[in-house]
Structure formats: structure tokens, C-alpha cells
Nanobody
């Protein structure tokens, strides 16, 4: 049973930074394609960033390029999302997701999901 647990969300002023963590258990992160999604009220879940299990290919949504960075620490079996220069439009619930097969931006492709962590950016 794979379990993903996010942490690190909170309230931050525009221009500030947050680092989200996604701790995995039940399977090593190095064997999973991983992604971060977000969902704002009334909007569809969107892929913020995704990376292959070897980190050989990484995707960033245009809206976060140059501001967000995905990384993983295999020794800790934890994935991170470093978010800098945050904007009010980044406000959403952020989810980490993993798949042993699928790499991409479609949430339906991911088998494992965390419970989500709220990020609120005030103007």
C-alpha cells in the first residue's frame, strides 16, 4: 500500500516562499513518476510540475516556470516543491501524486495521491 503525505502548506504574503513536502511510504519514490497538482475552488485540478522516476524529464506549467522547483530526496523517500515569488493566483490545495507507469499532466494517470495541503497567498 503506497501512502503519500503532504505537508508545508500555509498562509504567506505575495512574493514569499513555501516548501511543500510529500513523504512516501510503501514504495520507493525513485521507482515512481511523480507530480504536484493543485486545485483552486471552482477550478479543475491542474498539473503544476511532473518528473519521471529518473528525473530525466521534468514538466512545469507556464504559470510556475522559473518560480517553482520539484525535487526529491531518495534517502528520505520524500519529494519537495519549492515555491518562490508566490502570487495570489497560486492559492489552492496542492496534491502530490505518483505512478509506476504514467508520466504526464493528466491526473487520471496517477495511481497514488496525498490528502492535499492548503496554500494561501495573500495580496
Amino acid at each position: 500500500q503506497v501512502r503519500l503525505v503532504e505537508s508545508g502548506g500555509g498562509l504567506v504574503q505575495a512574493g514569499g516562499s513555501l516548501r511543500l513536502s510529500c513523504a512516501a511510504s510503501g514504495r520507493t519514490l525513485s521507482s515512481l513518476h511523480m507530480a504536484w497538482f493543485r486545485q483552486a475552488p471552482g477550478k479543475e485540478r491542474e498539473c503544476v510540475t511532473a518528473t519521471t522516476w529518473t528525473d530525466s524529464s521534468t514538466y512545469y506549467a507556464n504559470s510556475v516556470k522559473g518560480r517553482f522547483t520539484i525535487s526529491r530526496d531518495n534517502a528520505k523517500n520524500t519529494m519537495y516543491l519549492q515555491m518562490n515569488s508566490l502570487k495570489p493566483e497560486d492559492t489552492a490545495v496542492y496534491y502530490c501524486a505518483g505512478s509506476g507507469i504514467y508520466y504526464g499532466t493528466n491526473p487520471a494517470g496517477y495511481d497514488y495521491w496525498g490528502q492535499g495541503t492548503q496554500v494561501t497567498v495573500s495580496s
